[in-house]
């Protein structure tokens, strides 16, 4: 099998709900690797804002002289060269963000070729993975909105839930404490303020949520501040989590060498695709330090089955327009990992089509 052409498509997306500081959808980049025997490896990254669509469209198109007439089983000898080819432009931000649509489309490509499920690929630990849902609990929401979402995610059949806090300090614990009401002391809630506070601000709210034995405070500060991210780690009983925003597996050890987060949480398209992030996550686990991907939950779902510090996927549903098959709960309120080849979970092209821009 030869790949014979890398085919992009931007798509825009509008999200089921306003997530509190004005956004309203993403642009989407999506890759597919053609290949000689029509089989077609899918991937792709969100470009969030309309501005950054082009360019990263471009960025992702400029790597396909490094995948024509390559057999999908040497997907490595890409990995092996992009990283040096994009290093003009330097190893963050776009460069590595079109490394990562291509990588994930050349493992979804691998799998197609194997007749695997990717996480079997990477051999899988599990068949089912514990989620928690991300989106409904949004700040752009009133108390009350957010106790009925939090309710439709216990419907749904949830077992951990997120909530999204501001820097209102009064007004995130008041959301925490609602949530925690209606799902009671069994359900796992964490919460997420989005880098809202500074350093002692954090410390001072993060004693405040302590009574809500939260699984995880998330980016309670910038995330460029990793020492002020270590004080707060130190400070509190309450685990932080934090590492999304930054880049590659160097980014996910610059965080462990400081003690900047007690759980990390590489980011597919930050890490550059499926290949990277798999050394990010074996570099927290030299740490003894566990791992949850950062949303992109149809294709992180196989690195969470795959890696046995990975410990829960983030169910987001922005993304599930592109899909064709639906994230499933099994009774415990886990992620089934799919069987099906590739990602298992394929692109739905009518509805890309209606996406297209
Ligand atoms: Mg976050």
Redesign the pocket.
Known sequence: MKITRLRCEAVHIPFPQPIGHGMRGSDCVLAYLETDEGIVGEGFICTLKREFTKVLYEMVKSLEPLVVGLDPKMSGSFNAKAWSSVGFIGVAGASVMGIAAVDCALWDLRGKQAGMNVAHLFGAAATSVPVYASGGLWRSLSIDEVQKQADLHLKRGYRAMKVRIGNDPDDAVARVRAVREVIGPDVALMT?P?QAYGVAEAIRLGRRLEQFNLTWF??PTSPENHAGEAAIAAALDTPIASG?SVYTSRGILAMLQQRSADIL?PDLQRMGGPTEFLKAAHVAEAYDTPISP?HLHQMSIALVAALPNAIYLESMPWFDPLYRDELELNAEGRAVVPDRPGWGFAFDNDAINRLKI
């Open positions: 997420d989005h998330e980016e999304e949480m950062h």
